[in-house]
């Protein structure tokens, strides 16, 4: 009798590659509009054109500079959203069950018929993934555009998260990771994929493909930077060290 392999878990996520982004903002202006236009409530904006705006976004990108000892420095871009966790932290300590990870495909979500706007959640996420909505009470965070993967009105094309569908770049990948035969799988093996802060016991679904090794015949990256061109713990090191730097602290 033949014995049929498992079937593994599904976990839809993003890839993402931080060799291609151009940091141009279009992933975050395009998850801005539609979730303004479809996540049931606008994603507010307080003073957008004043001397201290805020705002609500689900998808933000960070800039840095990675500077060797000799040549020229490197600007790396850093699209950061919810990494919808295996383990997730939010979902733990949510008091009301709003925040939960669905079964049938990983995705982590807020019922915002039952969040209070504690803060809970985002206090507990180590990515800075939560974000409090000042003009509806409520946390959101990114859904991985569920009111598009499974809208089969849609041309097949447009069935993706909305980041993905308009990155120029094409950064940024979406799939099931619970697949090992999957598109995003292989690339994530095949390109050296990174967990982002593995030591925080998290296992976030979504990965990071770190810059690939430039023409280094003449120069050598700075040891300060733990060789980030070089290995890909090495650059995923010096990232948790600038995800510090944010304000208010990322971790």
């Known amino acids: 009798m033949t014995t049929l392999p498992a079937k593994s878990q599904k976990k839809l996520g993003l890839v993402i590659d931080l060799d291609i982004c151009v940091g141009c903002h279009a992933c975050v202006i395009a998850c801005k509009g539609w979730n303004t236009e479809n996540y049931g409530a606008p994603l507010s904006d307080q003073d957008p054109y004043g001397a201290d705006p805020s705002g609500t976004f689900l998808n933000r990108v960070h800039s840095y500079e990675i500077q060797p000892d000799q040549g020229d420095a490197q600007l790396v871009h850093f699209p950061k959203s919810c990494l919808h966790c295996e383990d997730a932290p939010c979902v733990t300590v949510c008091p009301t069950g709003a925040s939960y990870k669905r079964d049938k495909d990983g995705i982590v979500l807020v019922n ?11 206090w507990s996420c180590p990515y800075g993934a939560r974000e409090l909505d000042l003009a509806a009470g409520v946390m959101k965070k990114c859904t991985l555009c569920v009111d598009r993967i499974y809208n089969e009105n849609l041309p097949q094309e447009d069935q993706i998260p909305a980041c993905v569908r308009t990155c120029p770049a094409g950064a940024r990948h979406f799939g099931d990771l619970g697949d090992a035969t999957s598109d995003v799988s292989q ?42 061109h070089t290995t890909p713990q090495g650059f995923m090191a010096w990232l948790d060290r600038a995800l510090d730097q944010l304000p208010g602290g990322a971790k």
């Open 187 to 228: 690339l994530v093996a095949d390109r050296g994929g990174v967990d982002l802060m593995p030591e925080m016991g998290t296992k976030p679904v979504n990965k990071y493909l770190p810059p690939r090794p430039k023409d280094q015949t003449t120069t050598a990256p700075s040891p300060a930077l733990d060789q980030p």
């Open 112 to 122: 915002e018929d039952h969040c209070i706007g504690c803060g809970l959640c985002a």
